[in-house]
């Protein structure tokens, strides 16, 4: 999606951490989202940072560095119904640009 | 809780049939979004509005338009229907800036073209 890049699937195990990247090109950003889509539902939205830095939200935390086109979500303490896509949304010029998402298998 | 109600879950439609897929939403949202989700393709979007009869392509517009004719409601309207159309088909609206407000999605029509 327009040179948003996520990987495609990612494994974790219950009770573990894990770490979802997401680059993107820095021309006329504004602002980046995270949004957790359960297979067949409707995307939901987690996070949205806009400067520098960690936003923390109980068990999920997101970092932006505007420079380097970076951002993570960070998930801990697994979950099984963390088992979900993560999508990766970046506003640039306004509009809004989706990756394609990570898909995140939980193993018990 | 803003509520976006998209009108069918499921849909089957025949090629060269117009399609109307129609979405609600009741928070007072200016903002209105039309995607389709593909398996590899991620969400892409579709056209948009930011207001009543306003309407702006998204990077997908070929073989669609749309229709916002009241605040609450944004219409998705396939002109003939073809079988590269089958798809998850996502409504979404948010208010104010575009910039910095989440989009509340709908749950989606899944449409197949036969």
């Known amino acids: 999606g327009q040179n948003i890049d996520q990987p495609t699937e990612m494994t974790a195990t219950e009770g573990a951490i894990v770490q979802i990247n997401c680059t993107y090109q820095t021309s006329g950003f504004n602002g980046l989202f995270w949004y957790q889509q359960h297979a067949g539902e409707a995307p939901t939205f987690l996070s949205y940072n806009v400067l520098d830095g960690l936003e923390e939200k109980g068990r999920f935390s997101s970092f932006l560095s505007r420079s380097k086109g970076y951002s993570y979500l960070l998930l801990k303490e697994l979950q099984m119904k963390d088992s979900a896509s993560y999508l990766c949304a970046v506003n640039r010029d306004d509009k809004i640009i989706f990756g394609k998402g990570t898909r995140l298998h939980i193993l018990p | 809780d803003v509520k976006v109600t998209q009108s069918s879950r499921y849909l089957v439609k025949r090629t060269g049939e117009k399609v109307f897929l129609e979405c609600v939403q009741d928070m007072d949202h200016e903002n209105m979004f039309w995607y389709r989700q593909d398996p590899g393709l991620g969400l892409r979007l579709i056209y948009f509005?930011?207001?009543?009869?306003?309407?702006e392509k998204g990077d997908i517009p070929e073989g669609y338009s749309v229709s916002r004719e009241k605040k609450e409601r944004f219409s998705l309207i396939l002109e003939s229907a073809s079988t590269n159309q089958t798809s998850m088909y996502l409504c979404a609206s948010s208010s104010g800036a575009v910039s910095n407000q989440p989009q509340h999605f709908g749950d989606g029509t899944r449409l197949s073209i036969l």
């Open positions: 509005s930011y207001d009543v009869k306003m309407k």
